[in-house]
C-alpha cells in the first residue's frame, strides 16, 4: 500500500497517462520505420513492419496501468458493491437495521448539537480562551466602572453586559426584542468585528455621544426588520419605554454567528450603557451601588494565568470597595458585608448562559441516556447480523471453500455493517437536524425565546461520524464470530441438526444480558424523573387554577399617559366583566408564578422595630390587588378583611399578609392592626388589615413564601409610570372556560382597539414553571421505553432463534414423552439466568449511577426503593412475554413433523 | 523476424536493470534504450515496447528514473527518461544481485 497517493494521483489522471504512452509509443514506431527506410525499406513496408513490431499497444498501456492499480482498493470496491448486493437482496433487514441506526445515531445528534452549541462551542470572537467570567451572578454599574477603569492595567481588558428587553417600534406595531446594554469597548474587547457599519466604541458609551443615542443591531434584525437593507448604517431605529418614543441611530450590524455572549439569548439591539439613562430617566440604574444588574468579563493579558488575574484583582479588591461604598445607602450591616467576598474569576471560553447553568446537567444527564439507548439498539443490530451471519453459513462456507480468505469474509460482513451504519448516521444527521430544532423549542416557555446556534459544525459531525464507526465496529464485529466457526466443506454436508447448547449463541446470551442491564438503567431514570414531575405537579399551590383565565395587559405598548391608566384599567374590567361565563374580575399588578416578582430583600420593620438588614435569602414578596382578588384565586382569608373600595389614594395605607409572612415575622404576634414599613423607613406605615392563606407566588418548587398585598388603588399614580403590565384574572363558570377565554379577548379588543396583551391559563404558567422537569421527564420516558423495547426484540429474537435451532432436540424430547410444561421450563431455565445477570448488572449500575441524577430530582431517593422494585418487575414482565411466544410454540411443536423434516 | 524478446525470456527484473544502466550515459527516449540495448548486445537483445513501457512504468513509480517530454530526432514529441539518485542507487543494488544470481546459476550450471 505503499505511495498511496501518487498511485491515486496518477490513476485518478489516467486518461491522459494512457495518451502520453499512446504517442510515445507512436513515435517509437516512427524512429522504428526510420531506421527501416535507412535499411532500404520501401516507406510502405516500413510502416507495416514497423506496425508489426510494435505488438499491441493497448496490451502494453494496460500492462502499464497494472503497475500503479491497487489490488486492494479494487477488492474493496468489489466487496462493497457484494455487501450492496447483500443488502438489497433482503430489504427488510436492511430497513430495520438502518431505521434503528438512523433514529439512535439522530437522537444522539440531536442531543449533542444541542449540548455542543450550549455548553462546548467556544464564543465565536477573538481568541475565546483568553476570556474570564467575573463570578457569581450579577455586579452594579459602579463597581462595573472601577474595575473598568483598571482592565487595561490589570488585564487586557474588560467588557459588560446586561441582558434587556426592549420595545421596539415598527409602523405603529410594537415588537418585543432581546436586546443587551453593554460597555462601549464591548465589540472591542471581544474582538467582534462589523458585519455593516461600525459596532460601538468608548465615545458611543460616554456621557453625550457626539451625534445622538446609536444601537447596534443583530445580523437578525437586519434581516428581518430591516429587509437585509444596503443603507441600513444611519437607520432609525426606534425604542418605545414608558410610552416615550426614543429614536436610536444604527451605527452597525453584528456578524451573523455572533449575538452576544449569553449563549441561548440572542441580542437583536445593543445599546450602550449610556443609554439606559436616556430610557430609565430618574429609574436609572447606573449611579445605583445596590442595583446588580450587569454581567463583567475580562480578557486575560497573552501568557496570564486565570489564578495571576484573580491575585491581582484581589489586590486592587479594597479599592474598588472603597471607591463604590459612598453610593451604597441601605443598612451599615449591608454595606459591611458589600463585597467582601474574594472577586473570582472563571474562565469564559464559551460565554455565560442562563440556560447553560438551569439545562446543562439535564442535558448531560439525557446525553449520556440516549447514548446508552444507542448501545441497546447496537446489540441489537449485532444479535440480528449475527443470526443474519449464521443463516448465511452456507453461502460463507461455499465461498471459503471456493478460496476466499476468512479474512475476506469478514472484511464483507463488516463491510455491509460498516455501510449500514454510514447510511443509519446520514438518515441520522437529517432526523438530528429536525429534531434538535423540536427540542430547543420545549426550552422556550411562553413567554422566553430560546435560540440556539445549531449548526453542525465539526464536533457535531466528528461526533455522528464517531458514532457511527462505534456502530458499524460494535455491530460489524458479532458476525465475525460466525466466520471463525464457519468450515469450508460444511455446505457439502446437510447443516441445521444442531443438538443442545451451542457456542454461537453464548454471543447473544451476552448481548441480551447487556441490553437488559443498560435498559434497567434507563427504566430506573425514567421511573426517578417521572417521579420528581409528578411530585412536582402535585405541590399545593394554595389557590384554585382550574377555573382561571388569565390576561397580561401591556399598559405600554399604546401610549396612554400614566395618569389615565388606572380608568383604563378599570375598563377594561368592566369590559371582562360582561362577558357572560364571567363569575368575577379582579386585577393586579403581578402575576404569579413567573419565578420572580416584586419582592423585597428582607427589608421589613414591623411597628416601631428596627428596619432588617438586606438579605437575599429571605424574600418577601409582594403584590398589589383590586377587592376581590382573594376570592378569584380561590385563596382564603384566615383572618381580618380583604381590600374594599374605600382603600384608595388618601386613606390609611394597608396590607394583607400571609401566614408565612406572619410565621417569618410576627411570630407570636396578633397580625391584624400591625403597622409595617417595607425597604426604606421613611415610606408608609401599612396597617394590616388582614391575614391570607400561603399561595405560591415564584414556582411552586419554591413553596410559600411570605408575600404582602396592598391595595392597587393605593398605588401612587407615578407608579404606574414604570408598570409595564397589569394582570386581569377572570374566574370562569366550571365548563367555559376555553370560551371565556375566547370571548375576554374579543370583549378586550373591543373596548380598546389598540391594547397589546396576552391571555393564558394558569396550567400553562404552571407547565413553563416545570419545563425542565418536564422535558426531562418526556425524555427519559421515551428513552426508557424505547430501551425496553428494544431489549424485548433482543430477547425475543434470541428465543426465537435458539428454539428453532433445538426444534429437533425438542422434537426427540417430546416424542420420548416430555410434558410440553417441561419443554416451557427447558427455554425458561437458561433464559431466567440471562435475566437475572442482566438484572443484577443493571441494579449495581443504577446504584452507582443514582448519586448523579439525584440534584435533578425533586423529593425523590435517588435509590428509591419503589422505582427500583418497580423497574425490575417490569423488566421481568418483558423479559417473560418475549420469552413466552416462542417457548409456547415450541412445546406445542408437533413431534412427528420434526423428527420426519429433521 | 525475430525483432521481439518477451521478458520472460530475461531473468526477473534484468529488463529494469538494463534501462537503468543504459541510462547511466545520459537521457534517452524509449527507442534509443532499445536500439542502445540492441547495438551494445550485438543484436541479441531485442527488446518489444509491450514489455519496455510497463518496465519504464514501473521504474518511473519506483522513482528511479523521471521523464521529460522532448523532440526527438525525427522532430517530434518523445519522452526522455533520465537516471534519478535513486536510480543510481537501485542500479548498483541490482548489479550486485545480479552477479550474485548469475552466479549462483553458473554454480549449478557447473556441476554436473
Known amino acids: ?902 | 523476424m525475430g525483432l521481439t524478446n518477451t521478458p520472460s525470456d530475461l531473468l526477473p527484473g534484468t529488463l529494469e536493470l538494463l534501462i537503468l544502466k543504459t541510462l547511466v550515459g545520459g537521457a534517452r527516449h524509449g527507442y534509443g534504450i532499445v536500439e542502445h540495448l540492441r547495438l551494445t548486445s550485438e543484436d541479441v537483445l531485442r527488446v518489444g515496447e509491450s514489455a519496455l513501457y510497463p518496465a519504464l512504468q514501473r521504474l518511473l513509480f519506483n522513482g528511479w528514473v523521471k521523464a521529460e517530454w522532448g523532440t526527438s530526432e525525427n522532430n517530434r514529441r518523445a519522452r526522455y527518461y533520465t537516471l534519478t539518485a535513486a536510480g543510481r542507487k537501485q542500479l548498483a543494488a541490482e548489479r550486485a544481485e545480479f552477479n550474485r544470481m548469475i552466479g549462483a546459476i553458473q554454480r549449478v550450471l557447473g556441476t554436473t
Open chain 1, 1 to 902: 500500500m505503499k505511495k498511496l497517493f501518487p498511485r491515486l494521483l496518477y490513476l485518478l489522471r489516467w486518461s491522459r497517462q494512457a495518451a502520453d504512452l499512446r504517442e510515445e509509443i507512436e513515435t517509437h514506431r516512427a524512429l522504428r520505420q526510420d531506421a527501416l527506410e535507412r535499411d532500404g525499406l520501401g516507406a510502405e513496408d516500413a510502416a507495416h513492419a514497423s506496425r508489426r513490431a510494435i505488438g499491441s499497444i493497448p496490451l502494453a498501456i494496460e500492462d502499464s496501468r497494472e503497475v500503479w492499480a491497487i489490488r486492494a482498493l479494487d477488492h474493496t470496491r468489489q466487496d462493497v458493491r457484494d455487501a450492496v448486493r447483500g443488502l438489497r437482496k433482503s430489504p427488510g433487514f436492511a430497513l430495520v437495521i438502518v431505521a434503528t441506526l438512523a433514529l439512535g445515531i439522530g437522537a444522539n445528534t440531536a442531543l449533542f448539537s444541542i449540548f455542543n452549541s450550549l455548553i462546548m462551542r467556544p464564543l465565536p470572537v477573538r481568541d475565546p480562551g483568553s476570556l474570564a467570567l467575573l463570578r457569581d451572578g450579577s455586579w452594579s454599574y459602579p463597581v462595573w466602572q472601577e474595575i473598568n477603569a483598571r482592565a487595561d492595567d490589570l488585564f487586557d481588558g474588560a467588557v459588560s453586559w446586561s441582558d434587556q428587553t426592549f420595545d421596539l417600534t415598527q409602523g405603529g406595531r410594537t415588537v418585543p426584542v432581546d436586546g443587551a446594554y453593554v460597555s462601549g469597548r464591548f465589540f472591542d474587547v471581544l474582538g467582534v468585528p462589523a458585519f455593516r457599519g461600525r459596532m460601538l466604541t468608548a465615545a458611543d458609551d460616554s456621557g453625550a455621544p457626539p451625534k445622538g443615542p446609536v444601537a447596534v443591531v443583530s445580523h437578525r434584525v437586519w434581516r428581518q426588520l430591516f429587509g437585509s437593507a444596503d443603507d441600513i448604517v444611519g437607520r432609525q431605529l426606534t425604542v418605545l419605554i414608558q410610552r416615550q418614543r426614543f429614536p436610536f441611530t444604527v451605527v452597525g450590524v453584528m456578524p451573523p454567528d455572533f449575538s452576544g455572549v449569553a449563549v441561548g439569548r440572542v441580542a437583536d439591539v445593543v445599546l450602550p450603557f449610556a443609554a439606559e439613562p436616556l430610557l430609565e430617566g430618574r429609574d436609572s440604574a447606573l449611579p445605583k451601588t445596590g442595583r446588580s444588574w450587569l454581567e463583567i468579563m475580562i480578557r486575560l493579558k497573552p501568557g496570564q494565568t486565570i489564578d495571576h488575574a484573580n491575585a491581582r484583582l484581589r489586590r486592587v479588591q479594597s479599592q474598588i470597595r472603597d471607591a463604590v461604598l459612598p453610593g451604597l445607602r441601605g443598612s451599615p450591616a449591608f454595606a459591611a458585608r458589600y463585597l467582601t467576598d474574594p472577586l473570582t474569576l472563571a474562565p469564559a471560553a464559551t460565554g455565560a448562559s442562563r440556560l447553560r447553568r438551569e439545562f446543562g446537567s439535564p442535558l448531560f444527564a439525557m446525553v449520556v441516556a440516549v447514548g446508552l439507548v444507542l448501545l441497546v439498539a447496537c446489540a441489537n443490530l449485532a444479535s440480528l447480523l449475527l443470526a443474519r451471519a449464521l443463516a448465511r453459513r452456507e453461502e460463507l462456507s461455499v465461498r471459503l471453500a471456493l478460496g476466499g480468505t476468512r479474512w475476506r469474509l469478514a472484511r464483507l460482513l463488516f463491510l455491509e455493517s460498516f455501510l449500514v451504519a454510514m447510511i443509519g448516521a446520514a438518515l441520522g444527521l437529517v432526523f438530528a437536524k429536525w429534531g434538535s430544532a423540536l427540542l430547543v423549542r420545549q426550552l422556550g416557555t411562553w413567554e422566553r425565546t430560546v435560540s440556539l446556534d445549531l449548526a453542525l459544525d465539526w464536533r457535531v459531525l466528528a461526533f455522528t461520524a464517531t458514532l457511527a464507526c462505534l456502530c458499524a465496529i460494535s455491530a460489524g464485529v458479532a458476525p465475525m464470530f460466525a466466520v471463525k466457526s464457519v468450515a469450508p466443506g460444511e455446505a457439502l454436508k446437510s447443516a441445521g441438526r444442531a443438538m443442545a447448547g451451542d457456542r454461537r449463541f453464548a454471543v447473544r446470551g451476552a448481548l441480551v444480558v447487556a441490553q437488559i442491564a443498560v435498559s434497567f438503567v434507563l427504566v430506573i431514570a425514567a421511573g426517578l424523573f417521572l417521579r420528581t414531575f409528578a411530585s412536582l405537579s402535585q405541590l399545593p399551590l394554595g389557590f384554585v387554577p382550574e377555573p382561571l383565565v388569565v390576561v397580561d395587559v401591556n399598559l405600554f405598548a399604546s401610549g396612554i399617559p400614566p395618569e389615565e391608566r388606572g380608568a383604563r384599567v378599570e375598563r377594561l374590567r368592566d369590559a371582562a366583566a360582561a362577558v357572560s361565563g364571567v363569575r368575577s374580575v379582579s386585577v393586579s399588578q403581578m402575576r404569579l408564578l413567573t419565578g420572580g416578582g416584586w419582592a423585597t430583600n428582607n427589608r421589613v420593620a414591623v411597628g416601631d422595630g428596627p428596619m432588617l438588614p438586606e438579605d437575599r435569602r429571605y424574600r418577601v414578596w409582594r403584590n398589589a390587588t383590586t377587592p376581590g382578588w382573594f376570592d378569584t384565586m380561590g385563596i382564603r382569608l384566615r383572618g381580618g378583611r380583604d381590600f374594599t373600595e374605600r382603600d384608595r389614594i388618601g386613606g390609611p395605607p394597608v396590607a394583607i399578609v400571609n401566614e408565612a409572612f406572619v410565621r417569618r415575622y410576627l411570630s407570636g404576634e396578633q397580625p391584624i392592626g400591625q403597622r409595617l414599613r417595607v425597604d426604606s423607613d421613611d415610606g408608609p406605615r401599612f396597617e394590616i388589615v388582614g391575614v391570607a392563606a400561603d399561595a405560591v407566588y415564584t414556582t411552586p418548587r419554591d413553596g410559600m413564601l411570605p408575600t404582602m398585598y396592598v391595595p392597587l388603588a393605593q398605588r401612587e399614580p407615578q407608579e404606574w409610570n414604570s408598570w409595564r403590565n397589569v394582570i386581569l384574572t377572570m374566574k370562569a363558570v366550571p365548563g367555559q372556560r376555553a370560551r371565556v377565554e375566547r370571548d375576554v379577548a374579543m370583549a378586550l379588543t373591543q373596548a380598546d382597539p389598540t391594547l397589546v396583551f396576552r391571555s393564558g391559563t394558569f396550567d400553562q404558567m404552571l407547565v413553563a414553571t416545570m419545563t425542565r422537569e418536564r422535558l426531562v421527564a418526556m425524555m427519559s420516558g421515551f428513552f426508557g421505553a424505547l430501551a425496553l423495547l428494544l431489549a424485548g426484540l433482543g430477547l425475543y429474537g434470541m428465543v426465537v432463534q435458539a428454539v428453532t435451532a433445538r426444534r429437533t432436540e425438542i422434537g426427540l424430547r417430546m416424542a420420548l414423552g416430555a410434558e410440553p410444561t417441561r419443554i416451557v421450563r427447558l427455554v425458561f431455565r437458561r433464559l431466567g439466568a440471562l435475566i437475572v445477570i442482566g438484572l443484577a448488572l443493571g441494579l449495581a449500575g443504577s446504584w452507582w449511577a443514582a448519586r448523579f441524577v439525584a440534584p435533578l430530582l425533586f423529593q425523590v431517593q435517588a435509590r428509591d426503593p419503589m422505582t427500583f422494585s418497580g423497574t425490575a418487575a417490569v423488566l421481568i414482565a418483558v423479559g417473560l412475554i418475549a420469552a413466552w411466544v416462542p417457548a409456547r410454540r415450541a412445546a406445542s411443536l408437533d413431534p412427528a413433523t420434526v423428527l420426519r423434516e429433521g
